[in-house]
């Protein structure tokens, strides 16, 4: 199968290569997923699982992207849930060989239907941006109604997830980035927009919750504008600052099922936008996934059209 792999730690993103690699097997609980569509998280590269596996060990080539809509053709020994031709979407392990590839195993667990009415591109864009979104405002910020969100990086994958889940649940939203994001933070729903170059960003004041994507100065500034009982959530690790009197959570997302069947049923009634940027196919993934400018979205790979 065609699939595209890494194997020097050293040369990063600009290593990627389209090879043929062995089609996987399926081990207990496993399926065989044929991909339609990738999505991918640039900053892939850069994780331990990439290179070794849990024991430490070199698990070069390694196949990148995590994030897959397809169907399913095959079951491992005791795979219960899934059928053989059926949609799924959702999130590989990290120390496996991952999705951009025509094939991958994925255990069943870590999977859910794709709706009919769900195109493979959208459903590839959703596993890694909605569930982290879905668990850092409600699972480790319990986000309430009535409540504050600052969310950074508001125009990216995550953060117009972060902007649209909060507002839907009656949060007052304040997105952050550059002044070029502005315009595209407010079109997914913030209500605010803090420009992190021009804007000084103290002068929002207090706020129930941080979701943070940035990391460094941007994480330590804002712990001191979380008010009393508040939550800094982030997935960059912790900085050296935390609330006065609040939580800090740093959290890896987690594929459940049962998360990206609600982020699904969202999508399919209009709740909930992706924000792609561009769609390539397998053969002109490596240009796509090394950009020469910004990217303005999520970056797909349809393997299948």
């Given at each position: 199968?065609?699939?595209?792999?890494?194997?020097?730690?050293?040369?990063?993103?600009?290593?990627?290569?389209?090879?043929?690699?062995?089609?996987?097997?399926?081990?207990?609980?496993?399926?065989?997923?044929?991909?339609?569509?990738?999505?991918?998280?640039?900053?892939?590269?850069?994780?331990?699982?990439?290179?070794?596996?849990?024991?430490?060990?070199?698990?070069?080539?390694?196949?990148?992207?995590?994030?897959?809509?397809?169907?399913?053709?095959?079951?491992?020994?005791?795979?219960?849930?899934?059928?053989?031709?059926?949609?799924?979407?959702?999130?590989?392990?990290?120390?496996?060989?991952?999705?951009?590839?025509?094939?991958?195993?994925?255990?069943?667990?870590?999977?859910?239907?794709?709706?009919?009415?769900?195109?493979?591109?959208?459903?590839?864009?959703?596993?890694?941006?909605?569930?982290?979104?879905?668990?850092?405002?409600?699972?480790?910020?319990?986000?309430?109604?009535?409540?504050?969100?600052?969310?950074?990086?508001?125009?990216?994958?995550?953060?117009?997830?972060?902007?649209?889940?909060?507002?839907?649940?009656?949060?007052?939203?304040?997105?952050?980035?550059?002044?070029?994001?502005?315009?595209?933070?407010?079109?997914?729903?913030?209500?605010?927009?803090?420009?992190?170059?021009?804007?000084?960003?103290?002068?929002?004041?207090?706020?129930?919750?941080?979701?943070?994507?940035?990391?460094?100065?941007?994480?330590?500034?804002?712990?001191?504008?979380?008010?009393?009982?508040?939550?800094?959530?982030?997935?960059?690790?912790?900085?050296?600052?935390?609330?006065?009197?609040?939580?800090?959570?740093?959290?890896?997302?987690?594929?459940?099922?049962?998360?990206?069947?609600?982020?699904?049923?969202?999508?399919?009634?209009?709740?909930?936008?992706?924000?792609?940027?561009?769609?390539?196919?397998?053969?002109?993934?490596?240009?796509?996934?090394?950009p020469t400018e910004r990217r303005k979205g999520k970056t797909i790979i349809t393997v299948r059209s």
């Amino acid at each position: 199968m065609k699939a595209i792999v890494v194997t020097d730690q050293a040369a990063g993103a600009a290593g990627m290569r389209l090879l043929e690699r062995p089609e996987p097997a399926a081990a207990i609980n496993d399926v065989i997923v044929e991909i339609h569509a990738s999505g991918y998280v640039p900053t892939e590269v850069e994780w331990p699982s990439t290179w070794t596996d849990r024991a430490g060990r070199d698990r070069t080539p390694s196949i990148l992207g995590h994030e897959l809509a397809g169907v399913v053709t095959a079951l491992g020994y005791g795979t219960t849930g899934l059928s053989v031709g059926q949609r799924v979407f959702g999130i590989s392990d990290w120390h496996r060989d991952g999705t951009l590839a025509e094939y991958v195993a994925v255990e069943a667990r870590n999977l859910a239907p794709l709706p009919g009415d769900v195109d493979f591109t959208v459903g590839a864009s959703l596993p890694i941006s909605g569930l982290t979104a879905w668990q850092g405002l409600f699972v480790h910020g319990r986000l309430q109604a009535g409540q504050s969100v600052l969310a950074h990086g508001a125009a990216g994958a995550v953060g117009t997830m972060v902007t649209q889940l909060a507002r839907e649940a009656g949060a007052h939203v304040i997105g952050t980035g550059r002044a070029a994001d502005r315009q595209k933070a407010l079109d997914f729903g913030s209500h605010e927009f803090v420009d992190l170059d021009n804007d000084t960003l103290e002068d929002i004041g207090a706020v129930d919750l941080v979701f943070d994507v940035i990391g460094g100065d941007v994480q330590k500034r804002s712990a001191s504008l979380i008010r009393a009982g508040g939550t800094l959530v982030t997935v960059t690790g912790l900085a050296d600052a935390r609330p006065a009197d609040g939580l800090a959570v740093d959290f890896v997302v987690e594929s459940i099922p049962a998360q990206l069947t609600e982020i699904a049923q969202r999508v399919r009634d209009g709740r909930l936008r992706t924000n792609i940027g561009n769609v390539a196919t397998l053969d002109d993934a490596v240009a796509a996934l090394n950009p020469t400018e910004r990217r303005k979205g999520k970056t797909i790979i349809t393997v299948r059209s």
